[in-house]
Every structure is written in C-alpha cells, then in structure tokens.
Nanobody
Framework: VQLQASGGGLVQAGGSLRLSCAASGRSFSVYDMGWFRQAPGKEREFVASIRWSGISTYYADSVKGRFTISRDNPKKTLYLQMDSLKPEDTAVYSC?????????????????WGKGTLVTVSS
C-alpha cells in the first residue's frame, strides 16, 4: 500500500483543516488506518486511528473532542477533520496502515507509512 497525505497548510488558532490520505496498491479496505504527527524537535506521536470497517475509532487525549477520523473505503481515502486548532497542533501529519488500530498508539502493528503534510497553526 502506498499512502500520501494532503490538505495541510497555515491556519489561525481556532480554525479548521481537513486532511486526506490517498491510498493506492493493495486493498485499502482490509487495513486499519491511523494518523500520526511530529512537531519540530519532538518525537512522533499518535493522533487517531480507525478500524477497517470504520466502526471503531481511537484518539489521543490531546485531540479528543476536536479531531475526527473517518474513511471512505470505495475511494481508498482516509480523512482527519481538525477543528478548534491550537498552536501546539503544529506538526507534520502522516498516515499509516496496519492490522490492529487498537495498538497504533504504541506504534505497534503498523505495516505502511505515508509521506506527511505540514500543518501550521498560528496564534
């Protein structure tokens, strides 16, 4: 599976952005998917994940209630709706695919990583 994130940009604090992750190659619908981010000078961290069926989702505490992960299997696309953005959300956001999204928070079970997209939130 090849993954490519897009939709990043510059936004003011309190604003919104919607990221997309387009997949190609093997069947997208069999994989659990996730979003991760890496801020300048910091380690990569888990943001959110979703089961292959879209039924179950998981979020980092820092984004819970502000971000929403979703997927469109026929379109082979993963989304991250980001609302009420804060300057501390500034990072490069990447998508990933694997077998068990309940383990993504520890970066376990990830088979594929995609190229990221930069999100900058100004104060």
């Amino acid at each position: 599976v090849q993954l490519q994130a897009s939709g990043g940009g510059l936004v003011q604090a309190g604003g919104s952005l919607r990221l997309s992750c387009a997949a190609s190659g093997r069947s997208f619908s069999v994989y659990d998917m996730g979003w991760f981010r890496q801020a300048p000078g910091k380690e990569r961290e888990f943001v959110a994940s979703i089961r292959w069926s879209g039924i179950s989702t998981y979020y980092a505490d820092s984004v819970k209630g502000r971000f929403t992960i979703s997927r469109d299997n026929p379109k082979k696309t993963l989304y991250l709706q980001m609302d009420s953005l804060k300057p501390e959300d500034t990072a490069v956001y990447s998508c990933a695919a694997g077998a068990d999204s309940s383990r993504f928070a520890r970066e376990y079970g990830i088979d594929y990583w995609g190229k990221g997209t930069l999100v900058t939130v100004s104060s």
